[in-house]
């Protein structure tokens, strides 16, 4: 039996630590599992590499929870040698959140996930980011909650 | 503009969306000197949040965080930066009203209206926003890489001038040939989002 389930690890040994793009972050990843085709991390590292949370209920970001299933192996969560896996990957097709990699460096890019663009394009809600000003210190849309603001894109270019 | 408007509860943000960042936006607002909030977006971030597609690009936000306003192309000198002055004239008056009159400006959309403006993505247009980071992300180690990326994100996205544009003046400089060539090309598709500068029709009783 232990060889048996010895053998069934070799689809998904440990992989090589990846580097993940998500919200303007670069998210350094180490503990993966080898599979060519998804991203799978442990729970523990599931909020920083997409805001998310594993819960007894299911992946979880503030109100929305998908369901995972976690006393079995599914397509999204597996357990390996007592370490649970979650996979990245189908979560982001399940929430139809667009992704790409580039397998050769290990860089998972991940674009917005649609549900929480609702507030925006169905109720005109400003979206919040954060970014630098030229001093490096990080100002938020939101910290100007009570004024009037014009938002405005240039380029040098 | 923005030093009249300060007292009416009102913020200019400038977005400098530029990979190089600073280095790229530096002459600019060194030269405008702005005493708005500039920042320095170097992954495209508001574009691909607000679904915007060229610069300069637009949102109105109100007191409450709503957009009263959106994604229009042209933009004048409400934002000088140094030598460059954008589009035409009529947008700073528009600009001007809705920092005095809030609410009540005749220049402010409804939510469906607002709701109607914005830019609606395809599935290949939005895998073109992960596609372009992974550009933004190899720029600066293998720009081989970067600019493969970065095709391949124009392919999903053709009419984003955002991505061409970045790519180009990285590739060619400013307002190289395959600008002109793809400007030329239009056809009857619009560069920028066209104006709408007709005040909302108010029931005035004369």
Not at chain 1, 97 to 122: C, K, M, N
Request: overall charge negative.
């Amino acid at each position: 039996m232990i060889v048996l389930a010895t053998c069934s690890l070799g689809a998904l040994a440990s992989g090589e630590p990846v580097t993940v793009l998500y919200n303007d972050q670069v998210i350094a990843v180490e503990r993966t599992l080898a599979d060519p085709n998804d991203l799978w991390v442990i729970p523990a590292d599931l909020p920083r590499v997409n805001g998310f949370e594993l819960k007894p209920e299911g992946a979880c970001l503030a109100e929305l929870c998908v369901p995972v299933l976690q006393d079995r192996d599914s397509e999204m969560f597996v357990t390996r040698a007592n370490q649970a896996w979650f996979n990245v990957t189908a979560l982001a097709r399940r929430l139809e959140q667009p992704y790409t990699a580039d397998h050769d460096h290990r860089v998972w890019s991940f674009g917005e996930i649609p549900v929480t663009r609702t507030q925006f394009l169905h109720s005109a809600m400003a979206p919040d980011f954060e970014l630098p000003n030229r001093k490096g210190q990080l100002v938020r849309l939101s910290d100007f909650r009570g004024k009037k603001v014009l938002l405005v894109t240039w380029a040098s270019w | 503009m923005y030093d009249e408007l300060q007292d009416q509860n009102f913020e200019i943000i400038a977005v400098a969306q530029d990979t190089l960042g600073d280095a790229a936006a530096k002459e600019w607002y060194d030269a405008a000197d702005p005493s708005y909030t500039a920042l320095i977006d170097t992954t495209h971030r508001v574009s691909s949040l607000y679904n915007f597609v060229n610069v300069p690009s637009a949102a109105w936000i109100d007191e409450e965080g709503r957009v009263v306003r959106i994604n229009e192309g042209t933009y004048s000198q409400v934002l000088s930066l140094g030598q460059a002055t954008f589009g035409t004239d009529e947008y700073r008056p528009a600009v001007i009203d809705w920092a005095t009159n809030g609410a009540a400006s005749a220049y402010v959309w409804s939510q469906d209206q607002v709701v109607d403006k914005i830019r609606r993505r395809t599935s290949d247009e939005a895998l073109a926003e992960p596609t372009f980071k992974l550009g933004v992300y190899f720029y600066e180690r293998d720009e081989a890489r970067a600019r493969s990326y970065w095709e391949r994100a124009q392919a999903l996205s053709p009419d984003s001038w955002n991505f061409h544009r970045q790519d180009w003046n990285l590739t060619e400089g400013l307002g190289g040939p395959k600008y002109r060539e793809k400007r030329g090309g239009l056809g009857d598709k619009d560069y920028y989002a066209p104006l709408e500068l007709a005040p909302r029709a108010t029931t005035s009783a004369r």
